[in-house]
Nanobody
Framework: VQLQASGGGLVQAGGSLRLSCAAS????????AGWFRQAPGKGREFVAA????????SHADSVKGRFTISKDNAKNALYLQMNCLKPEDTAVYFC?????????????????????WGQGTQVTVSS
């Protein structure tokens, strides 16, 4: 099982990036999935989560209205569209998948519910 996150980079504040997560060995249609991030010196933080079907999702308050999680089960891919980026969004972003169903936004935000993790992609937002 492997999750490969990509799409990170350096962007100015106010800019946009789209992160992608490709999966091998798992099919996103069978898994709920999420994005987390970790800034230097800080713990891992929930960003967004989405259900198996893609019909339910949730976002952290800090990114709500700016970030959008989505998935394309046909392409077996997970995405995070990030708009209006801020310097405080600078972090390594990780994609994750879980066989546990998406039940509540609160549960989906718990990192210990996720079974598989990607290696992370760096996002740096300059002011």
């Amino acid at each position: 099982v492997q999750l490969q996150a990509s799409g990170g980079g350096l962007v100015q504040a106010g800019g946009s990036l789209r992160l992608s997560c490709a999966a091998s060995g798992v099919f996103f249609r069978n898994y709920a999935a999420g994005w987390f991030r970790q800034a230097p010196g800080k713990g891992r933080e929930f960003v967004a989560a989405i259900s198996r079907s893609g019909s339910r999702w949730s976002h952290a308050d800090s990114v709500k209205g700016r970030f959008t999680i989505s998935k394309d089960n046909a392409k077996n891919a997970l995405y995070l569209q990030m708009n209006c980026l801020k310097p405080e969004d600078t972090a390594v972003y990780f994609c994750a998948a879980t066989f546990r169903p998406y039940t509540t936004a609160s549960n989906a935000a718990q990192s210990d519910r996720y079974d598989y993790w990607g290696q992370g992609t760096q996002v740096t937002v300059s002011s």
